[in-house]
C-alpha cells in the first residue's frame, strides 16, 4: 500500500513538473504512465458530484463522490502540487533571467504539441482546415493587439486583478485534462502564466484560493460540455485546440524578450542556444507521445485480449 501510494506521488509530480511547463501536457504524461482513464474517470465523477450538490442532490452527489478512487487521486495530486510548488520559483527566476532561451524551449514545445494534436485528427478536410486557420489568425491578432494594452509587463501577482485569478482557473482546468495541450499555455495566452507563477512562488494565498476556486467551477461546469464536445464534434474541437497552439506561437516567439513581449523581433546574435532548445523542446514532445502512444495500444490490446469471445 505504501510503495502504491509513493508511486502515485511521483506520478503525480512528473505530471505536475509538465503542467507547469506551456506545451507540455500532464494528459499526455498520464497516457504514458497508463493511468489516464483512471484519472478522467476520477475526475467525472468527482465533477458530477459537484453538479449534484449543486442542485442539492446530496445523496446523488455522494454516489458520485463514493466512485472516486481516492486513495489513486489524493496521492497523485499531492504529487502534482509539490511539483508545481518547488518548480515554480526555479521557472520564474528564468523567465526573467533567460526570457529568450525560455520562450524557444517553449515555443518548441508547443510546437511538438501542434505535431501531436494534428496527428489525432481522424478528418484532415476542409471544414477543419478552415477552423484552424480561423481560430489561429483570430487568436494571433489578438494577441498582438494585447500588447497595447499595457505599458507594463504583467508578471507578478499583484499586478493582476483578483477576478482574473478566478477566470484562469476555470479556464486553463478545463484543458489540464486534455492530452496533446497544455494548461500552462493557455495561461500564457491569457497573460495570467507570469502572475500565477509569483502566486505560487510567493505563496500568495488570497490569489491562489480564487485560482482553485475557479478551478473548481471550472471543472464542475465545462468537463462534462468538453467530454460531450470531443464525443460529438471530436475533429472540429482538435482543430480548435490546434488554431489555439497555432495562434499561441505570437506570444512564444522569442525575440525580442521572451514571453514579456507580443511584438515580433528579429533574432539577436545567439542564435544557437534558442535554436537548440527548441529543437529539444519539439523533440521531447514528440518522443513522450510516441511512448504515450505505444504504451496506449499496448494497454488496449492487452483489455481486448481479456474480452470473452463471442
Not at 505536475?16 to 504512465?33: E, H, K, M
Not at 487568436?139 to 478566478?166: M, Y
Not at 478545463?174 to 495570467?192: A, D, E, K, N, R
Amino acid at each position: 500500500m505504501v510503495i502504491t501510494l509513493l508511486g502515485n506521488v511521483l506520478r503525480g509530480f512528473v505530471m505536475g513538473s509538465a503542467d507547469v511547463v506551456p506545451g507540455v501536457s500532464g494528459g499526455t504524461v498520464a497516457l504514458i504512465f497508463g493511468i489516464y482513464r483512471r484519472l478522467v474517470g476520477s475526475i467525472r465523477s468527482g465533477s458530477s458530484s459537484l453538479g449534484s450538490f449543486a442542485r442539492a442532490d446530496v445523496g446523488g452527489g455522494l454516489n458520485w463522490l463514493a466512485r472516486v478512487e481516492w486513495l489513486f487521486l489524493v496521492p497523485l495530486l499531492a504529487g502534482m502540487a509539490l511539483a508545481i510548488v518547488a518548480l515554480s520559483g526555479v521557472i520564474e527566476t528564468q523567465l526573467y533571467d533567460r526570457p529568450v532561451q525560455v520562450a524557444a524551449l517553449f515555443l518548441g514545445l508547443v510546437l511538438g504539441s501542434i505535431v501531436v494534436a494534428w496527428r489525432l485528427l481522424d478528418r484532415r478536410d476542409a471544414p477543419r482546415l478552415v477552423i484552424i486557420a480561423i481560430v489561429g489568425v483570430v487568436l494571433f491578432v489578438l494577441l498582438g493587439a494585447r500588447e497595447g494594452l499595457s505599458d507594463e509587463t504583467v508578471t507578478q501577482a499583484d499586478d493582476a486583478a483578483a477576478w482574473s485569478f478566478f477566470l484562469a482557473g476555470a479556464v486553463a482546468i478545463c484543458v489540464m485534462i486534455l492530452p496533446g495541450i497544455s494548461g500552462s499555455l493557455l495561461l500564457v495566452m491569457l497573460g495570467m502564466y507570469g502572475p500565477v507563477l509569483a502566486a505560487v512562488a510567493d505563496r500568495e494565498l488570497g490569489y491562489l484560493a480564487l485560482f482553485l476556486a475557479g478551478a473548481t467551477l471550472g471543472l464542475a461546469l465545462f468537463s462534462q460540455l468538453l467530454h460531450w464536445a470531443l464525443n460529438s464534434h471530436y475533429d472540429s474541437v482538435m482543430a480548435v485546440l490546434i488554431g489555439l497552439m497555432a495562434g499561441s506561437t505570437r506570444v512564444l516567439w522569442p525575440w525580442p524578450d521572451g514571453l514579456n513581449s507580443t511584438t515580433l523581433g528579429t533574432p539577436d546574435v545567439d542564435l544557437v542556444s534558442p535554436l537548440l532548445l527548441m529543437a529539444f523542446g519539439l523533440l521531447l514532445v514528440l518522443g513522450m507521445n510516441e511512448v504515450a502512444r505505444r504504451l496506449d495500444c499496448r494497454s488496449t490490446a492487452s483489455e481486448a485480449s481479456r474480452l470473452p469471445a463471442n
